[in-house]
């Protein structure tokens, strides 16, 4: 899967506005910057939401599709 820069980058910040990520800046160990974003407890909450959401939505296609 490949993602563009043009997607991912809005999506972080999305994230971040709505606080389920927080960023920060550090040093790699090639001496250069980098942002490493975290997932913060709100994050995590959501994240499971949405995980829960997915597998009704999985199991939904998939009772479709055996009695297809």
Known sequence: MQVQQGS???ALHR?????WIKA??????N???????????QGSK???SEALAWRKL????GCVLDTA
């Open 24 to 29: 920060r800046w550090a040093t790699t160990e």
């Open 31 to 41: 001496n250069r910057r980098a942002k490493y974003y975290a997932l913060t407890q």
């Open 58 to 61: 999985a199991a939904a296609v």
């Open 46 to 48: 959501q994240l499971a």
């Open 8 to 10: 991912l980058y809005p």
């Open 15 to 19: 994230l971040e506005r709505r606080g």
